[in-house]
C-alpha cells in the first residue's frame, strides 16, 4: 500500500512538473445533490397525497375526485423548473415566466376538481392569469 502511496505521490511530482494541471475530482456528494434538488416537487406532492390520504381513511374528510391530485404532480414540476431557472440566471426568464404561469394554470385546474368549484365562476382566473403572463413579459423582456 505504501508503494502505491509513493507512486501517486511520484506520479503527481511528475505532472506538476511537466505543466499539467491537477484536476480535483468530482465529489459524490455534489453529484448527489444536483439530483436530489430536482425532486422536491414530486416528493412534496407524493408526501400531501399520502397525508390526505390517510386523512380520509382516519376521518371523515373525503374528497371525491382525489384523481385531480395528480395534476399537482406536473404543476409543482413547473414551479421547481422557474425556481432553478431563478437561482441560475437571478432572474425570471422567459422559460421560468412561462413556468410559472403553467404551474398557476394546472393549480387553478387541480382546485376546481378537488373543491367542485363552478367553472362558470372560475374561468375569468384564467383570464387574469394570462394578463399577468403577459403584463410581466412586456415588462422585464
Not at 512538473?17 to 444536483?34: D, K, L, N, Y
Amino acid at each position: 500500500m505504501n508503494d502505491d502511496i509513493n507512486e501517486l505521490k511520484e506520479a503527481e511530482k511528475k505532472a506538476s512538473e511537466h505543466g499539467a494541471e491537477w484536476e480535483e475530482p468530482v465529489s459524490s456528494t455534489t453529484a448527489t445533490s444536483r439530483h436530489r434538488s430536482k425532486n422536491w416537487g414530486a416528493g412534496l406532492v407524493l408526501i400531501a397525497i399520502g397525508t390526505i390520504f390517510l386523512i380520509s381513511n382516519t376521518t371523515d374528510f373525503h374528497l371525491d375526485n382525489w384523481w385531480a391530485l395528480f395534476i399537482l404532480i406536473p404543476a409543482f414540476s413547473n414551479f421547481g423548473s422557474a425556481l432553478n431557472n431563478y437561482r441560475n440566471n437571478g432572474r425570471l426568464t422567459r422559460s421560468g415566466r412561462g413556468s410559472v404561469t403553467g404551474g398557476l394554470i394546472l393549480s387553478l385546474i387541480a382546485s376546481v376538481f378537488l373543491f367542485d368549484l363552478d367553472w362558470g365562476y372560475v374561468w375569468p382566473l384564467f383570464l387574469i392569469i394570462g394578463g399577468l403572463s403577459a403584463l410581466l413579459g412586456g415588462w422585464f423582456d
